[in-house]
T-cell receptor
Framework: SQTIHQWPATLVQPVGSPLSLECTVE??????LYWYRQAAGRGLQLLFY??????ISSEVPQNLSASRPQDRQFILSSKKLLLSDSGFYLC??????????????FGPGTRLLVL | AQKITQTQPGMFVQEKEAVTLDCTYD???????LFWYKQPSSGEMIFLIY??????QNATEGRYSLNFQKARKSANLVISASQLGDSAMYFC???????????????FGKGTHLIIQP
């Protein structure tokens, strides 16, 4: 069966510091991968998605970036964090099949607090 | 305009009662998919149920069912015989067909906070 991991689980960082969040998927190959952000008490906002190694699509312009160095690894980064980057970051995967009914499955998330 | 609207920010329901969580959507696509997720306090998003735009029958998964009214563009989640463990945030989400054949992510509503009372 497929599993998705995220780390760290929680992170407290000062403004202006760099960020690296990691997501890995097991039990599948060639998945589509996604980064979402959820502000406190709000819905999910799609940040980036990737259909393959080195292929990144950005949905929202910001000071965050994403990379996919391996098939089942997705990394969210920032060179300098802002207060507004605080939130709950969720990684998700779905199969690469081009079907509207393909379900997205989410990881456990990373809670980021920027002070 | 919002693509997914959940009009109930919060709901209190007595244990064992049935619950209906509202969701309306906006799309011009003929092919689309609707998803419901549960998010307990731990934060993980748990997939509950899926309804496709071409599905003739309402989706059901155990105690979860979807009241799909295509003409009204609504896809309400029904939870039968609610339990204390059902207390959580519930999100409705959509994937539109023109992008669903690609890799675009889901569009989420703002969620409903459901609290089941003993």
């Amino acid at each position: 069966s497929q599993t998705i991991h995220q780390w760290p689980a929680t992170l407290v960082q000062p403004v202006g510091s760099p960020l690296s969040l990691e997501c890995t998927v097991e039990g599948t190959s060639n998945p589509n991968l996604y980064w979402y952000r959820q502000a406190a008490g709000r819905g999910l906002q799609l940040l980036f998605y990737s259909v393959g190694i080195g292929q990144i699509s950005s949905e929202v312009p910001q000071n965050l970036s994403a990379s996919r160095p391996q098939d089942r690894q997705f990394i969210l980064s920032s060179k300098k964090l802002l207060l507004s980057d605080s939130g709950f970051y969720l990684c998700a995967w779905r199969s690469g099949r081009a079907l509207v009914q393909e379900t997205q499955y989410f990881g456990p998330g990373t809670r980021l607090l920027v002070l | 305009a919002q693509k997914i609207t959940q009009t109930q920010p919060g709901m209190f329901v007595q244990e064992k009662e049935a619950v209906t969580l509202d969701c309306t959507y906006d799309t011009s696509d003929q092919s689309y998919g609707l998803f419901w997720y549960k998010q307990p306090s731990s934060g993980e998003m748990i997939f509950l149920i899926y309804q496709g735009s071409y599905d003739e029958q309402n989706a059901t998964e155990g105690r979860y069912s979807l009241n799909f009214q295509k003409a009204r563009k609504s896809a309400n989640l029904v939870i039968s015989a609610s339990q204390l463990g059902d207390s959580a945030m519930y999100f409705c989400a959509m994937r539109e067909g023109r992008s669903g054949g690609g890799a675009d992510g889901l569009t989420f509503g703002k969620g409903t906070h459901l609290i089941i009372q003993p």
